[in-house]
């Protein structure tokens, strides 16, 4: 099991996990118009952190950084239908948050988080309570009425995935 993030840089192994990350979304977000998810999927200012399991993507988390600003938008997340539940989730999730911080410089995620997932992202140390001053994000994460805007700090210290396992 791998946990790799790439943006649209044209490597082809890269490419064939995006897409196929992308078809994951366009299946268990029925909500999102798949030229969206395609779009911002493709688009190199995101970034995906993606689950690899025999060279196969079964999810991933689809990011915004905003370097500027220290902090990132979740857009799109999600578990191949057949393997939720089973913490991969929650591992991807840890993941990004390393990752965020380490390599992007990030204090914090904000995310317009669908009704049913809610759960998940609290789960994940998310709250309904922004705490970010709102100069360092408004104007900057686009209003989606169809979800709850959440927020996660991201701890500066903490080890959250074990690298040399
Ligand atoms: N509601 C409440 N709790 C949940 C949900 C949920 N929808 N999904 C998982 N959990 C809980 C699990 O029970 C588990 O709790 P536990 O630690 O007490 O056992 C914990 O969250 C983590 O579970 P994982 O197994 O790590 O989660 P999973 O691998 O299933 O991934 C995810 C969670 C991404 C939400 C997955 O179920 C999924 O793809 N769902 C469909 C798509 C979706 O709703 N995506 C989020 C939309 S919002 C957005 O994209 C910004």
């Known amino acids: 099991l791998k946990f790799l993030c790439y943006s649209n840089d044209g490597v082809d192994e890269h490419m064939i996990w995006l897409v196929g990350l992308k078809n994951i979304f366009a299946r268990q977000l029925p909500n999102m118009p798949k030229e969206y998810i395609v779009r911002l999927v493709m688009d190199r200012t ?3 952190m993606m689950v690899i399991r025999n060279n196969i993507v079964v999810g991933g988390i689809t990011y915004r950084p905003y370097a500027s600003q220290r902090f990132g938008e979740i857009a799109f997340c999600a578990i191949t ?17 390393q990752h965020a911080r380490d390599a992007d410089g990030l204090t914090h995620f904000l995310t317009y988080a669908d009704n049913n997932a809610v759960g998940y992202f609290v789960k994940q140390g998310f709250t309904k309570e922004i705490t970010l001053d709102k100069e360092r994000w408004h104007g900057y994460i686009k209003d989606y009425d169809g979800g709850i805007l959440m927020e996660c700090k991201i701890d500066q210290k903490l080890p959250y995935v074990d690298l040399a396992t």
């Open 46 to 48: 995101h970034k995906s």
């Open 81 to 97: 239908a057949d393997e939720q539940v089973k913490g991969y989730g929650t591992r991807l999730m840890n993941h990004l948050k």
